[in-house]
């Protein structure tokens, strides 16, 4: 079968098409066939940072050369031990090494797909999605009837950020350039903040929570529009910026915290999980989140569609495609 592997660190175009081993599923696991993955920044940051390298134990070549975590397809095959699933059942969730035409997984980390979406759709959620839910709801402690900002609304993560806080009964409030303020109205944003016009954190308005998908603004910039019990989350920051706000984040959000009854702090890493990803099936199925994907790649081309979501300037999320054939069987 064919895979993406990366046997070296380095930019995106370092990524490689190659036939590889078919994987059998083991216990708890199942063979998924894929027909669609997205990609995430993890994907990127995967590529080499000194830092992940140390975390992965691959500090000179990659001890793993899969990627790719989120997917959707159907069930190939099952390992022993699996009770919720059966081949043909279509399913997405995450798959650690996705950018392939087949990938074993642990049954507990992927649900049923919603009959009514795509499988290109089903993909680009499981990352991204329970990002936003999880800053919103675990970290952020959203509420009804809060006011919520959410800076960097565009992207993969902003995208159902808006839509899940407003699903929470809040009132939103998202940043987005003006290219993009159409699409971000259309996804229900209670009130659009062209970030090229106004400054949000110079606005005078305050808010219970805000959620920095792309927090280029300082923490203390932020901490200026929070509510004296509010919360803000840094999820993800723009290329040029990230280090720098995580580091506020990590380091000074504490000690903020401390000085008040505001929280300020970093999210984290999502826990993808099947009790979340059932939630969010929920709210597709109730037509409450609708996936905005922006570009299709097929498999080929995965380094260009790292290569684009490497810009910063992607519109929802970016997707594999993945073409099946009878080749994907060995």
Known sequence: MKAIVHTQYGPPDVLQLKEVKKPIPGDGEILVKVHAASVNTLDLALTGP??????TGGLFKPKDERLGADLAGQ????GSNVTQFHPGDEVFGKGMGAFAECVCVREDAVVLKPKAITFEEAASVPVAALTALQGLRDKGQIQPGQKILIHGATGGVGSFAVQIAKAFGAE??????TRNVDMVRSMGAHHVIDYTQVDCTRSGQQYDLILAVNGYHSIFAFRRVLSPTGRYVLVGGSKDHIYWALLQAILLGPLLSRTGKQKLGFMGIAKINQKD???VKELLEAGKVVPVIERRYPLRDTSEALSYLEEGHAKGKVVITVEQNDNASQ
């Open 172 to 177: 939103v409030t998202a940043v987005c350039s």
């Open 50 to 55: 000194l830092l992940v390298r140390i975390v």
């Open 277 to 279: 990803l059932m939630y």
């Open 75 to 78: 069930v190939e095959a099952v």
